[in-house]
């Protein structure tokens, strides 16, 4: 049976991302009242798997690192159809960057055994630096193919995938176990159903903090990351109408004129 | 102490429906109001989305869950479209009967295949002579050794020409008092769908009429005991039809709500979104004050009726608040729209006419308050 993990993250509703203020004193993020969700592209990471399954024999894990409060988006995905939970939950783990973050959860996909292949979003929508899921695959030893926008599973064999790249795409054969981060544009994500949430009260979450995985507290959370976060400020966009008088000429003149100053030409 | 809260799993249940609605119904409601008719893509969804077999029981194949489940569902459904959620509910006042009243023999031949939405239901009371009052029905049955045969016309039957299992009322012809409840199908000749009404609002949701000419029906048919049919048609829509009004209404009443606090932060009047105009503010402040308490109300009785109880005098305190508000917050919303309020490509519109149509069904607000004096005075 193939063994698929699937990583993913509780973030803040990117739909009520208008609401997220960042503190100007200590540059974290006020979340407000705005509610944790299953960040967009994990969902599209945990449809490849249930696609997958579809079609073969497969076993799938989600497996998160967040605050106990992250149990809710992993019972989410457990409603829509993955077989088991795991979350990576502990003080220590707080704080974590792209690298402390990789590397917890790579170290719960080696606990957790046997991973055939691994599904990340390419980004999360609040931390968006596409870096966890290159770093997993790097501390697993796994080969990684990140953007995947259309997957060809076979039984014994290696897989075809086809990633996006900035002009066009790039087909690749890629021999398992395999770490893959994937696109929107791999699939259409099913919705929640009511008999999904159902049949997801038999299944089960499991909890695994610092002792669980073994791991120095040195190597995870604030203290395992070398990003160092310097500035973090919100953008203003601001509108200004000017109106510009003049022969047709001198209009145009000015305009181009303007334009030079703001920098657009 | 008295929890108010929802659990985790209705949370994901009210996720899960929201999801639906906006993903699957959303997209077909412009089509079902320029049509009026149903659209087949909505009912294939609503029973691939496993909405139809909400509660019933899971040995025959339905979800097995209770009023809370349904009311959250409902009320999420008529957010999105007001037709549809009143053609689900619709769907499990026919199936109420069924469950609460039919023998093992009649749930293991519908319940499987209304759960899946393979059958679809209805329960068919109303007629010209009798709506407030179930007891002026005409339609009647007289007795054929073990079989029963009816004569008789039905009117304002929701799904009346897409239900396939219907649970009808009618009344001896000889004993005045004797009522009996059947369940018919389409494998019995001699009933047929006649006239589609044309609604104000609830465009795509299909009312009609019913007749039944020499419909021979067969003693395994009979919902509950033989005359003791009023009893199984009020049970159904005391509970479950009225239940399912206020969970329709909620629904109307939000997306009236929403939509206001939309427009009045869009639209710009003296310098400013007219949300900062005190009438504007008040009129929002009323339309939350009734889904508040229309909450309160609605889920309190779907819990009395999920730990066990009867909680028909509750759902007809409920059902008045609701569909008198869903009525107000129309109007409010309306007028929140000035001019705009009155043109069509302003959702608004629809939920107006919507509103108009919320109160007659499964008892006008004048039965509800019968019922309700009935019950303070008992
Ligand atoms: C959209 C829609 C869907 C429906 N679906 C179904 C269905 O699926 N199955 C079904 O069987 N029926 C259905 N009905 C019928 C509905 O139940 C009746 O319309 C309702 O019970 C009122 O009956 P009536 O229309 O005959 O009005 P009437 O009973 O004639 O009422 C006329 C007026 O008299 C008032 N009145 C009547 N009695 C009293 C009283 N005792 N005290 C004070 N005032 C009173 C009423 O409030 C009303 O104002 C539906 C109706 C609508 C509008």
């Given at each position: 049976m193939l063994k698929i993990v699937v990583c993913v993250k509780a973030v803040p509703d990117p739909k009520a991302a208008g609401n997220i203020k960042i503190?100007?004193?200590?540059?974290?993020?006020?979340?407000?009242?705005?509610?944790?969700?299953?960040?967009?592209?994990?969902?599209?990471?945990?449809?490849?798997?249930?696609?997958?399954?579809?079609?073969?024999?497969?076993?799938?894990?989600?497996?998160?690192?967040?605050?106990?409060?992250?149990?809710?988006?992993?019972?989410?995905?457990?409603?829509?159809?993955?077989?088991?939970?795991?979350?990576?939950?502990?003080?220590?783990?707080?704080?974590?960057?792209?690298?402390?973050?990789?590397?917890?959860?790579?170290?719960?996909?080696?606990?957790?055994?046997?991973?055939?292949?691994?599904?990340c979003g390419m980004a999360s929508s609040d931390g968006a630096t596409e870096w966890v899921g290159p770093e997993m695959a790097t501390m697993l030893d796994m080969p990684v193919v990140t953007m995947v926008r259309e997957i060809i599973p076979h039984a014994d064999e290696a897989w075809e995938v086809k990633s996006a790249l900035e002009n066009g795409y790039r087909r690749m054969r890629v021999r398992l176990p395999a770490v893959f981060t994937v696109t929107r544009d791999l699939n259409s994500p099913r919705t929640l159903s009511f008999s999904g949430i159902i049949k997801a009260r038999k299944k089960t979450i499991t909890e695994w903090g610092l002792d669980d995985l073994g791991v120095s507290a040195e190597r995870v959370g604030l203290k395992g990351s070398p990003t160092i976060v310097t500035e973090m400020r919100t953008v203003e966009n601001t509108r200004k109408v000017e109106f510009i008088e003049g022969t047709r000429e001198e209009k145009a003149e000015q305009l181009v004129q303007k334009l030079v100053e703001v920098g657009v030409l | 102490m008295i929890d108010f809260t929802f659990t985790e799993e209705q949370e994901m249940f009210r996720k899960a429906a929201r999801e639906f609605a906006e993903t699957m119904i959303m997209p077909k409601v412009a089509e079902m109001e320029k049509t009026g008719d149903v659209s087949q893509d909505v009912v294939k969804a609503l029973a691939e989305a496993d909405m139809m077999g909400i509660t019933i029981p899971e040995e025959y194949g339905g979800l097995g869950l209770g009023y809370t489940e349904r009311l959250i569902a409902l009320e999420e459904i008529s957010r999105v479209s007001v037709a549809t959620a009143m053609m689900l509910?619709?769907?499990?006042?026919?199936?109420?009967?069924?469950?609460?009243?039919?023998?093992?023999?009649?749930?293991?031949?519908?319940?499987?295949?209304?759960?899946?939405?393979?059958?679809?239901?209805?329960?068919?009371?109303?007629?010209?002579?009798?709506?407030?009052?179930?007891?002026?029905?005409?339609?009647?049955?007289?007795?054929?050794?073990?079989?029963?045969?009816?004569?008789?016309?039905?009117?304002?039957?929701?799904?009346?020409?897409?239900?396939?299992?219907?649970?009808?009322?009618?009344?001896?012809?000889?004993?005045?008092?004797?009522?009996?409840?059947?369940?018919?199908?389409?494998?019995?000749p001699g009933w047929k769908a006649t006239h589609k009404e044309h609604k104000?609002?609830?465009?795509?949701?299909?009312?009609?009429?019913?007749?039944?000419?020499?419909?021979?029906?067969?003693?395994?048919?009979?919902?509950?005991?033989?005359?003791?049919?009023?009893?199984?048609?009020?049970?159904?829509?005391?509970?479950?039809?009225?239940?399912?009004?206020?969970?329709?209404?909620?629904?109307?009443?939000?997306?009236?709500?929403?939509?206001?606090?939309?427009?009045?932060?869009?639209?710009?009047?003296?310098?400013?979104?007219?949300?900062?105009?005190?009438?504007?503010?008040?009129?929002?402040?009323?339309?939350?004050?009734?889904?508040?308490?229309?909450?309160?109300?609605?889920?309190?009785?779907?819990?009395?009726?999920?730990?066990?109880?009867?909680?028909?005098?509750?759902?007809?305190?409920?059902?008045?608040?609701?569909?008198?508000?869903?009525?107000?917050?129309?109007?409010?919303?309306?007028?929140?729209?000035?001019?705009?309020?009155?043109?069509?490509?302003y959702p608004v519109t629809r939920f107006w006419r919507d509103a108009a149509v919320l109160g007659p069904s499964a008892g006008t607000s004048d039965i509800m308050k019968v019922i309700i004096a009935r019950w303070a005075m008992s």
């Amino acid at each position: 049976m193939l063994k698929i993990v699937v990583c993913v993250k509780a973030v803040p509703d990117p739909k009520a991302a208008g609401n997220i203020k960042i503190d100007p004193q200590t540059k974290t993020l006020l979340r407000g009242n705005v509610p944790m969700v299953l960040n967009p592209l994990d969902k599209n990471a945990l449809e490849a798997a249930l696609q997958i399954k579809t079609g073969m024999e497969v076993h799938i894990t989600v497996l998160s690192m967040g605050p106990p409060e992250a149990a809710s988006i992993v019972k989410e995905c457990l409603a829509l159809g993955a077989d088991r939970g795991i979350l990576l939950s502990d003080r220590g783990f707080g704080g974590a960057d792209a690298f402390a973050t990789a590397y917890t959860l790579a170290m719960g996909v080696q606990k957790n055994g046997d991973a055939d292949v691994v599904f990340c979003g390419m980004a999360s929508s609040d931390g968006a630096t596409e870096w966890v899921g290159p770093e997993m695959a790097t501390m697993l030893d796994m080969p990684v193919v990140t953007m995947v926008r259309e997957i060809i599973p076979h039984a014994d064999e290696a897989w075809e995938v086809k990633s996006a790249l900035e002009n066009g795409y790039r087909r690749m054969r890629v021999r398992l176990p395999a770490v893959f981060t994937v696109t929107r544009d791999l699939n259409s994500p099913r919705t929640l159903s009511f008999s999904g949430i159902i049949k997801a009260r038999k299944k089960t979450i499991t909890e695994w903090g610092l002792d669980d995985l073994g791991v120095s507290a040195e190597r995870v959370g604030l203290k395992g990351s070398p990003t160092i976060v310097t500035e973090m400020r919100t953008v203003e966009n601001t509108r200004k109408v000017e109106f510009i008088e003049g022969t047709r000429e001198e209009k145009a003149e000015q305009l181009v004129q303007k334009l030079v100053e703001v920098g657009v030409l | 102490m008295i929890d108010f809260t929802f659990t985790e799993e209705q949370e994901m249940f009210r996720k899960a429906a929201r999801e639906f609605a906006e993903t699957m119904i959303m997209p077909k409601v412009a089509e079902m109001e320029k049509t009026g008719d149903v659209s087949q893509d909505v009912v294939k969804a609503l029973a691939e989305a496993d909405m139809m077999g909400i509660t019933i029981p899971e040995e025959y194949g339905g979800l097995g869950l209770g009023y809370t489940e349904r009311l959250i569902a409902l009320e999420e459904i008529s957010r999105v479209s007001v037709a549809t959620a009143m053609m689900l509910q619709v769907f499990a006042l026919g199936i109420e009967p069924i469950i609460k009243f039919g023998s093992e023999e009649t749930k293991k031949k519908y319940l499987p295949g209304l759960a899946t939405g393979k059958r679809l239901a209805t329960t068919a009371v109303t007629e010209a002579t009798g709506g407030s009052d179930p007891t002026g029905i005409k339609s009647s049955y007289t007795k054929d050794g073990e079989d029963f045969i009816v004569n008789g016309r039905k009117c304002f039957i929701t799904n009346s020409h897409i239900a396939d299992t219907i649970t009808i009322l009618a009344k001896a012809e000889d004993t005045p008092k004797a009522f009996c409840a059947f369940v018919i199908d389409e494998n019995m000749p001699g009933w047929k769908a006649t006239h589609k009404e044309h609604k104000v609002g609830m465009r795509g949701c299909n009312t009609g009429e019913l007749s039944f000419e020499g419909l021979r029906i067969g003693k395994a048919q009979l919902l509950g005991a033989e005359g003791k049919g009023l009893g199984v048609t009020m049970a159904a829509i005391g509970d479950v039809g009225r239940g399912g009004m206020v969970g329709t209404a909620l629904g109307l009443q939000a997306a009236c709500l929403e939509e206001s606090i939309k427009f009045a932060g869009q639209r710009i009047l003296y310098g400013k979104p007219i949300s900062f105009l005190q009438s504007i503010q008040n009129k929002i402040a009323e339309m939350k004050i009734d889904l508040e308490a229309g909450k309160l109300l609605g889920y309190r009785a779907a819990a009395i009726q999920d730990a066990g109880g009867r909680s028909s005098n509750e759902f007809a305190v409920a059902k008045y608040y609701t569909t008198e508000a869903a009525q107000k917050a129309a109007k409010m919303a309306v007028d929140i729209h000035g001019g705009y309020g009155c043109m069509e490509e302003y959702p608004v519109t629809r939920f107006w006419r919507d509103a108009a149509v919320l109160g007659p069904s499964a008892g006008t607000s004048d039965i509800m308050k019968v019922i309700i004096a009935r019950w303070a005075m008992s």
